[in-house]
């Protein structure tokens, strides 16, 4: 340090109050100060890989080469206390000194820094960063302000399970991969066949013959190895549903026969997990998000299935290709909406939408309180389960 440097030191000294790390450390114990009181804001003054390897729990991040820019937005009324640390003690002497030179009234600077904050043993935080490969991947994200950084980590934490990897789950499985949905549970025991592949884009003619769960795997490794997908090759009845949805957030219902879209309604609702649905039809196609106790429930629609002979056969139904593809994305949007929190979640709402005629249109729905399932005297556990109609 040359004799300048020195001297500043010696000036800010004289200007600015030292406090020690346990001094500063009662401060942060005291009932109704510290970061959640908002008597002192706590500000680190060090650049963001020394932030990043650890620090104080609360402290604000205000790296000493944007103090001047920054600190106004971090801490905006001048007469706060603000508290500011570096690694030893000497950056936030003089950064001090430069926030009562902007006017701040009261600032004090920690003595022996982050350095002696550790050797007392005081406690600190290490924030959770992203690989560099993380980074680069969901830079798209990291630029909305509604999902960011913090938003991504609870999408990679989020676990998602796909009723059917077939026209509605293919697109979905898909997109929520390429989001960063951490882990995609995928329940389908059929097998792809090549009438499948007009629609189900996530299989290929190679695969043909290979269970849909499985060739879903693959496309989903090959587009993001950081997804984790969890195969189960069966159907879903009422001795496994319990167990499966138990490890899930939120279900998607890509499903096209009754018995499963009863069976699903009831165990969420007894589970407490919203189903995000959508069913396609020729060239129409619909959406909602059943959302136990808060919007209706599936039976406060429909509290019995249609007769068999009345319900369409799967194999004769036939949908425009395209279709599913825009009812499975509209179901991965409204999936990472409610795993994100933002926004207004299709929950009592139904969207309908006409491929031919170009048009979307919104029907409000409304629980039944007479609802065998979720109404005041429903018990979702009693309810009769449905033969297989068709598969999906
Ligand atoms: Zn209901």
């Known amino acids: 340090m040359g004799d300048a440097s020195r001297e500043i030191l010696r000036k800010a000294r004289q200007q600015v109050p030292e406090w020690s790390a346990a001094q500063v450390n009662d401060l942060a114990n005291q009932p109704g100060t510290g970061p959640e009181g908002q008597d002192f804001v706590l500000v680190d003054v060090r650049e963001k890989n020394e932030w990043l390897e650890g620090h104080i729990p609360g402290a604000v991040h205000v790296p000493r080469g944007y103090l001047e820019l920054q600190i106004e937005e971090a801490v905006p ?30 600032v004090v600077s920690m003595s ?25 991947r969901y830079s798209r994200h990291m630029l909305v302000p509604e999902v960011g950084e913090a938003g991504q980590f609870k999408l990679l934490d989020s676990k998602v399970l796909l009723i059917g990897a077939g026209g509605l789950g293919a697109p979905a499985l898909y997109y929520l991969a390429a989001a960063g949905v951490g882990t995609l549970g995928i329940i389908d025991a059929d097998v792809v066949e090549e009438s499948n592949l007009q629609r189900q884009i996530i299989h290929n003619t190679s695969r043909i013959g290979q269970y849909k ?21 069966e159907r879903l009845d009422e001795t496994n549903v319990a167990q499966i949805i138990a ?36 060239f129409e196609g619909q959406l909602t998000i059943f959302k136990p106790y808060d919007g209706p429930c599936y039976r406060c629609l429909y509290p019995e299935p249609p007769p068999p002979a009345l319900a369409p056969s799967c194999a004769e139904a036939g949908v425009l290709g395209v279709l599913p593809g825009i009812i499975g994305l509209l179901q991965a949007t409204e999936t990472i909406k409610l795993l994100l929190g933002i926004g207004d979640p299709m929950v009592g709402r139904l969207l309908t939408y006409d491929a031919l005629s170009g048009e979307f249109n919104e029907l409000k729905l409304f629980r039944d309180p007479h609802c065998p399932a979720c109404g005041e005297n429903g018990h979702p556990e009693d309810l009769p389960t449905y033969a297989d109609v068709c598969a999906i």
């Open 112 to 136: 022996g820094g982050f350095g002696q904050w550790k050797a007392r043993g005081f406690n600190f935080v290490q924030p959770r960063t992203m690989t560099d490969v993380q980074t680069k």
């Open 213 to 233: 769960a499985e060739s879903a795997k693959q496309t989903i490794q090959d587009l993001n190895p950081d997804i984790k997908v969890v195969t189960y090759l």
């Open 247 to 282: 490890d899930y957030d939120v279900i998607v219902d890509g499903t096209d026969n009754f018995p499963t879209r009863y069976l699903l309604n009831d165990a969420a609702l007894i589970q407490g997990k919203p189903v995000v649905h959508g069913s396609v039809f020729r």
């Open 77 to 106: 009324d001048k007469e706060t206390k603000v508290v500011l640390y570096c690694a030893g003690g000497t950056r936030s002497l003089m950064a001090g000194a430069t926030l009562q030179q902007m006017g701040y009234t009261d």
